[in-house]
T-cell receptor
Framework: DAKTTQPTSMDCAEGRAANLPCNHS???????VYWYRQIHSQGPQYIIH???NNETNEMASLIITEDRKSSTLILPHATLRDTAVYYCIVRVADTGRRALTFGSGTRLQVQP | DTGVSQNPRHKITKRGQNVTFRCDPI?????LYWYRQTLGQGPEFLTYFQNEAQLEKSRLLSDRFSAERPKGSFSTLEIQRTEQGDSAMYLC?????????????FGPGTRLTVL
């Protein structure tokens, strides 16, 4: 699976959009981009995933660049409850290897 | 859909004792995963089941660790002769076969402290 690079930490004001970048310059054509987050002492929570197209759900939007070498997770109106570590993960589709490889993630602090 | 559940949520044991954790996946999810997370690190993969078959094991899964999923439903993870280095959060996740991307949903974890 391709390696990802994320900033170590970010701050965001409550009510503003939080834009979390992820670099995955070695991504292959059959690799998905997944985002999870982990609030302190809880299990990781699935947010969203995509292959080529931008995706949106009730939690967030995922913007993938045309060359697929980077992506941005957007939380449109951040709240204090969005304070967490956010993980960007790249994973090959439907191979024998099913594991998710977590990096260090981005620690997002939403400020009141 | 009640989510992935794990029991116990916390376990404190003395070095050398055996411990067993249980994971109940989301109903109808045929895939089940175990991960381990130490303080300040992201989760690390341990092993994966499809139905009752254990299809992949990480090198992190030493011979003191054993996982089972006897009827393809719940799973147990046993650690024998625990060591202080086994102190970690043990996470379970489940997913359903769905095309190319089977999204994994995680439980709350079991936090193990080995004294």
């Amino acid at each position: 699976d391709a390696k990802t690079t994320q900033p170590t930490s970010m701050d965001c004001a409550e009510g503003r959009a939080a834009n979390l970048p992820c670099n995955h310059s070695t991504i292959s054509g059959n690799e998905y981009v997944y985002w999870y987050r982990q609030i302190h002492s809880q299990g990781p929570q699935y947010i969203i995933h995509g292959l080529k197209n931008n995706e949106t759900n009730e939690m967030a939007s995922l913007i993938i660049t045309e060359d697929r070498k980077s992506s941005t997770l957007i939380l449109p109106h951040a709240t204090l409850r969005d304070t967490a570590v956010y993980y960007c993960i790249v994973r090959v589709a439907d191979t024998g290897r099913r594991a998710l490889t977590f990096g260090s993630g981005t620690r997002l602090q939403v400020q009141p | 859909d009640t989510g992935v559940s794990q029991n116990p949520r916390h376990k404190i044991t003395k070095r050398g004792q055996n411990v067993t954790f249980r994971c109940d996946p989301i109903s109808e999810h045929n895939r089940l995963y175990w991960y381990r997370q130490t303080l300040g690190q992201g989760p690390e993969f341990l092993t994966y089941f499809q139905n009752e078959a254990q299809l992949e094991k990480s090198r992190l899964l030493s011979d003191r660790f054993s996982a089972e999923r006897p009827k393809g439903s719940f799973s147990t993870l046993e650690i024998q002769r625990t060591e202080q280095g086994d102190s970690a959060m043990y996470l379970c996740a489940s997913s359903r076969t769905s095309g190319d991307s089977d999204t994994q949903y995680f439980g709350p974890g079991t936090r193990l402290t080995v004294l």
